[in-house]
Structure formats: C-alpha cells, structure tokens
C-alpha cells in the first residue's frame, strides 16, 4: 500500500532526488513505466531489452535507446507483487539491449548496472518486501509516504465537487487517525471519496465507516449498487459472485499472482461475461494485442480490493462450510486444527507473520475486521446466509500483544497494533499515551510489548516527521530503571522514521552511535536532520557516526554537533567520512567543541568536490 521507492543509478553516478513537486529529475528525457503486473505475464517470454520496449513502447522503435543519446528512467512499479524469480546470487551478465535472454533476467540486470548504466531505476514496493533487492545493488532507498496531509485534502476537494460534502468528509477522516493516515495512498483516497461521498449525503443513513474494514466493506456495497443501477440481468446471485471473487482472489493471492486468466475464473465458478458487471473490482487487461500471450488476462482493480475479498471468503468459508481454506494445503496438514473463529484467527496471524514479503498483513486486518459485529451487519445485506459470528475478541488480541512482545520487526509489530486498531482494542496504546504524558519515560518500566506500543504511538502520530526525543529523557540515570541511553536505544525507530530529530541533550554514549550509526546505514531511514548537541559522544562517538555517513544510504543533510566533546581526532573521521559520502550533508555544526583551526581546513578544502554540497559550516 504505503509504497517504498529505490532509486539510483547502479554502478555509476549520483543518484538524483525524488521530488514529488517536480523541482528535480528535470533532465530525464525518457521514462518507462513498467509494472509487475504486467512483467509478470511475460515470465516465460524470451526478449532483449530492446525488444521488450519496443513491444511496450511501439513508439519508440527508432529511438536509440541503447546509447547516452537519451536520459532514461525505468520504473518498475510493485515488487511485492512480483512473480519473476528474482535471485541476484544465480543473475547471468547481460550488458548488450539487443540480446535475447529471460524478463527477470532483463530486470536484475538492469538493477544492478549491467545493462544502461547511466539510466535510472526506480522500483516501488510495500516495505516488507523491499528487502528482496540487495541494497549493494541500489544508491539509496527512500520510503515515498503518497499524499502529504495538504494533497491528501487537495485531492478531495478537486474530487468532489460539493465543496460544504467535501469538508465534512475531511473532517470524518481526521477524526479516524488510522483512516487519516491510509489517505496518503492515491487510492484509498479514491475508494474513500465514493464511499463518503454516498454516506454522508442527505439521503443516506447509518454508521459512518471508521476503520480500514468497515471502509472496504461499504465500497463493496457499493460496487454491486452500481451493478445493479446497470439493470443487468443476472443469472448468478450477489452472494454466489461474491463468495466466487472470494474464492479467486484468496488462492491467487496465495499463489502471489495478482494477474490471472479466463481459465482461473472459469475453475472459481465466474463467468467472463458475468464478471465484466463488477468492473469496480475485478477488471480486464487490455494487452492482447501484443502477442505476447493468449487469451483473456484479468486482474483486480487494486491489490487491497483482492486482499479484502480474500479474507471474505476465509471468514465465510469456515462459516457456512466448516472449511479452514488457510490450511488446506495437504504439506501442513500437522497443523493444529482450526475448531473456532479464535483458532482460525491465531492460525492467521501466525501465517502472517511467517510471510517475508509481508504478503497477508493486510489480508490479515480484514479478516479480523470482518468479524466484528458491525461488519456482520453490513454484509448481511449482501450475503443472506450469514449468521451471528460468537468469539472471544480478547482472546485474539491477547494473542496478539503476545507476538507483538517477542516479534522484533518494526513492519510487524506496527501491522499488528493496526489488526487490534480493527478489533477495537486500544488498551496497550491508551496505556502508552498515559505514560508519554508524564515525560520522562527512563524513570518507568516498560514491557516488551508497552515498549512496541511506544514505539507504534510515535511513529503514528500527527507530528512523526519531527520527533523530539529530549521530551521523554531525563540525563539523571535511575540505576533502578533505565538510562537515557537505553531509552534513545529503544526509540531509534522513531528517530529513523523521523525526518528531524532532536536528541540534544539526551545522555547518548558510544553504545547509542554505534546503534545510530547502523540506522545512517539502513535502506529504510528517513533522517535528514539530526540534532545532538550536548551529548558527550567524544570522538570515539563521532567516528562511529562518521562510519554511517560514510555509507550512500546515508541522505543526512544537516548535523548538529554543538558541546559534544569532540577534538580534532573526531574531526578528521567527519572529514573522512564527508570525503567518500559528500553529495548530501549541508549544514554541519561543530561550535563549542575543542577544535583547532587545521580541523575546519580540513572540512573546508573538501569544497573543492564537485559533489561536496556543504553550504554551511559553524
């Protein structure tokens, strides 16, 4: 959903900035978009790079694509949908665009470097499946959030043209943090605007959707109301289709194919015909016209839609059939068997969990959500032979502050608090919001799974691009509880999501730059500003910070160092440092530390570095 974009130029170069405002990247000349979904079809296709364009891209069989001619950008556009065996370990070295060989082929390739290495690519993907590319094969890795909160209502008041509707829908969506926070995807904004813009006109009625389930569920509603205003004469019920899209979304969701043919319609009892009246959420490819493949392709209207549907039918699968379709395959049949709706529940968190890609976490959320009550309600008007659902809802979400305790990934943990957001249970993040009210969180102790909902409450909150940590530090160590440094430790998470960070002040030693070092280096980082004046780092501290701003992971742009300590052994580490990584870092303040005038020559005779971005030095 949320989306995180490689960017670089492989082997050689710079790699130039994202900006979402288009103030950057003005001299691409050429950009290919070039989606998995569709990459995927031509799995067993035998191309060269060139030809793959060309059949893409018939307009471009003149250009020479291959020379420096042209600035190029490819974007591959959602990993985590990928069905392409992807293994860089085994990749053949292809550096020629006019050679035959395997798409992934092609696409690994060109990742690494090997073909076009001047162009740039950009890969898009959930995070949990980021990993998938090693990071030696990409310049650096930056999460793009979607919308920021200003678009996320400039999108909605050019959507809608009732501008007093528009406000109130805003105003609902504010009001639901978590419905807030998903706006930041294009298209739940999309499925939002045609779910409220029906429930908050004057002629309807009913409970306004608050949660991620009770939104999908309303938009599901909808989309067979559209059906129907068609007056299509069915010869198949709502409930049968439904529980058929059901069908063919869960097990080509298990399978990780997100496209599919008229054979896997046929096998789940769908009729091509039949289906085209669901256009909202089950949709026809038009790709046959470059004879790549045959027949009818298929896919729905967004990944989030097939994974709703998906948990639909595992809910009611076991429901109206005693089946448990999450552990029909015959090599887990050691599992334990699946006797109540808790049971089912728990087999699906763990599944979950179990997935690298993060492939079921929103599968997960909906199939706690469609067991609620309120959502009971909804789709009995869609589905007849739905009865009551009776479970202990505190027995799923004890489970589940179980694994959030010893489960160490941020991805999972903080997917996990979304699933008890969908329960209702909001007993750890009220205890958490209580405890960051007193401040000084090294003073109180914290279980595993409080200190994942601190973690959880931070990254979440309306503020999270800035996150000031000396808020919740005290410098006096309570032997009793924790020291300062072992709370910065234990909220490194936020500070790395954190574009600006002030940790001034906040006690930090070696132990926490050897730890801020290793978040400078991640993939994943968001910092660009960085405040810690006033810690003793030393500079035994500094060079391992200089050891993360080394690294072209790192996109630090401003560094404040004031009173840390530091000599002019620290200062020739950042000098160092600076030296092999010097196309971010901006602003640098080193003042009140024991510096000599050599150690600013030092940093100022980097300026002669074409790269050397530096424009400011105190």
Not at 193 to 213: F, R, Y
Not at 254 to 282: H, M, W
Not at 380 to 403: F, M, P, Q, R
Not at 521 to 537: K, Q, V
């Amino acid at each position: 959903m949320f989306e995180c974009l490689y960017e670089g130029t492989a082997k050689q170069g710079t790699p130039t900035l994202l900006n979402a405002e288009g103030k950057e990247n003005q001299d691409i000349q050429l950009i290919f978009p070039l989606p998995f979904r569709e990459l995927n079809l031509m799995k067993d296709e035998k191309l060269s790079l060139l030809d793959l364009l060309h059949v893409l891209f018939p307009e471009t069989k003149e250009m020479k694509i291959s020379s420096d001619e042209y600035k190029v950008l490819f974007i591959f556009d959602g990993l985590d949908e990928c069905c392409l065996p992807i293994n860089f370990d085994t990749s053949e070295t292809l550096q020629d665009a006019t050679k035959e060989t395997s798409v992934h082929m092609l696409l690994m390739n060109l990742i690494v470097g090997n073909l076009l290495p001047s162009a740039l690519i950009w890969i898009t993907s959930r995070p949990a499946a980021a990993d998938l590319v090693p990071s030696e094969c990409v310049h650096r890795v930056t999460e793009v959030r979607g919308f920021s909160d200003p678009q996320k209502e400039e999108y909605f008041r050019k959507r809608i043209s009732d501008q007093s509707l528009t406000e109130r829908i805003i105003s609902h969506l504010k009001s639901s943090k978590s419905l807030f926070i998903m706006c930041h995807i294009p298209v739940f904004c999309w499925i939002s605007a045609a779910v409220l813009e029906k429930m908050l006109s004057e002629a309807e009625s009913g409970e306004i959707p608050k949660t991620l389930t009770q939104m999908y569920t309303h938009f599901l509603i909808i989309q067979t109301s559209i059906k129907h205003e068609k007056d299509y004469e069915k010869n198949v019920k709502d409930e049968d289709m439904i529980l058929n899209l059901g069908k063919l979304a869960f097990q080509q969701l298990v399978k990780g194919n997100l496209i599919f043919y008229e054979q896997d319609l046929s096998e789940c009892g769908i009729d091509v015909t039949e289906a085209s009246v669901y256009s909202g959420l089950c949709t026809q490819i038009f790709r046959e016209e470059l004879g790549l493949y045959q027949g009818k392709v298929f896919c729905f209207v967004h990944l989030s839609i097939q994974e709703h549907l998906a948990a639909l039918y595992v809910l009611l699968s076991f429901l109206l059939d005693k089946r448990d379709v999450l552990n029909e395959n015959l090599s887990l049949k050691h599992e334990r068997e699946c006797r109540t709706i808790s049971d089912l529940h728990q087999r699906a968190v763990d599944k979950a969990l179990q997935s690298k890609n993060g492939h079921l976490d929103l599968f997960l959320r909906f199939l706690l959500g469609l067991s609620l009550k309120s959502n009971q309600m909804l789709l009995k008007g869609l589905l007849i032979h739905v009865g009551n659902i009776s479970y202990g809802k505190k027995k799923i979400a004890a489970y589940i502050k179980t694994e959030i305790t010893v489960n160490p990934s941020p991805e999972k943990y903080i997917n996990l608090f979304h699933c008890l957001n969908e329960l209702g249970d909001h007993s750890l993040v009220s205890e958490i919001q209580n405890y960051l009210r007193s401040g000084d969180l090294s003073s109180t102790r914290l279980s595993s799974s409080q200190w994942s909902a601190v973690v959880f409450v931070l990254l979440t909150s309306e503020q999270s691009d800035k996150f000031d940590l000396s808020k919740y530090v005290s410098r006096e160590y309570n032997q009793n509880h924790m020291s300062p440094d072992d709370v910065f430790l234990k909220l490194l998470p936020v500070v790395e999501a954190s574009r600006s960070a002030q940790v001034s002040n906040c006690g930090v030693t070696d132990e926490g730059c050897a730890a801020l070092c290793s978040a400078l280096r991640s993939n994943s980082s968001h910092l660009r500003e960085l405040d810690l004046t006033l810690n003793t780092l030393e500079d035994a501290g500094l060079t391992l910070i200089s050891e993360g701003l080394k690294d072209p992971h790192c996109r630090l742009e401003k560094l404040m160092l004031r009173d840390c300590g530091v000599t002019a052994e620290g200062c020739a580490a950042l000098a160092s440092a600076l030296r092999s990584n010097p196309s971010h870092l901006r602003e640098l303040d080193l003042f009140g530390n024991k510096l000599r005038r050599s150690s600013v020559k030092l940093l100022s005779a980097l300026k002669v570095d074409p790269h050397y971005k530096l424009v400011m030095l105190l």
